[in-house]
């Protein structure tokens, strides 16, 4: 009990003096995962609200493989991307295995379907709303999509956040492809799971302390961003 004692006094400390190695450890987790959400909002949020508002052929079964994918598994999501920046890989001469970028590529497909997925069921609800006066102001499917991407805003907001909160605490993946090299790839999922398995609790704990206050701060600008939107449409 002592042990676990000295472990949280240590890892306050190292949260109080703001430890470089936990500082750069904290930074590089925020980095990988604020690109590849940009990254995937990038492709994300016209692609769901297309799928949101678009009616074609075979759209059941692609709203169904979008859903599916939303769960998609961190170490799936790692493996393909080793697959293709492995040497061997269509990619490998791009030598990106083991970089940061690695990680951003796999932390962007792991979470543009969940960007997609969510913003569709948005947009849907919205041009549902909506729909007829886009129709009587002349606005085919193509002009529509700016028009209820800026008019669900808040609502997409939540959307990114959940993209962040996934991303960030995401493990399988990016120590697929990243490698968990100290000064170089490592995130605090991974330098997590490596000082809990070195028995180095102290900076284990300071590392998930401050990963429970992102997901804490993630969840409450959500919850936020849910009520400014209730706000606007009422």
Do not use: C, K
Request: aromatic share 6%.
């Amino acid at each position: 009990m002592s042990g676990l004692g000295d472990a949280f006094h240590t890892a306050f400390r190292l949260l109080l003096s703001w430890d470089p190695e936990l500082a750069e450890i904290v930074w590089l987790s925020v980095e990988v995962s604020a690109a590849a959400l940009a990254l995937a909002a990038v492709f994300g949020l016209p692609l769901g609200a297309l799928l949101g508002i678009a009616r074609f052929p075979g759209r059941r079964f692609v709203v169904a493989a979008t859903n599916a994918l939303f769960g998609l598994p961190a170490v799936v999501v790692g493996l393909v991307v080793y697959m293709l920046l492995s040497r061997s890989g269509p990619l490998g001469s791009l030598a990106l295995l083991f970089t940061p970028t690695a990680m951003v590529i796999a932390q962007t497909l792991l979470i543009t379907p969940l960007i997609v997925a969510l913003t569709r069921q948005v947009i849907e609800d919205l041009h549902t709303e909506y729909g007829e006066q886009l129709r009587a102001h002349g606005a085919g499917t193509f002009r529509a999509v700016p028009t209820l991407l800026v008019e669900g805003r808040f609502a997409l907001a939540t959307v990114l956040l959940a993209g962040f909160g996934r991303a960030i605490s995401a493990v399988g993946a990016v120590i697929i492809v990243g490698g968990n090299i100290a000064h170089v790839t490592r995130v605090m999922p991974t330098a997590i799971a490596l000082e809990t398995s070195r028995g180095e609790l102290a900076l284990a704990l300071g590392l998930g302390i401050l990963l429970l206050g992102i997901s804490w701060a993630v969840a409450a600008a959500a919850e936020l961003a849910r009520e400014v939107a209730r706000r606007a449409g009422a």
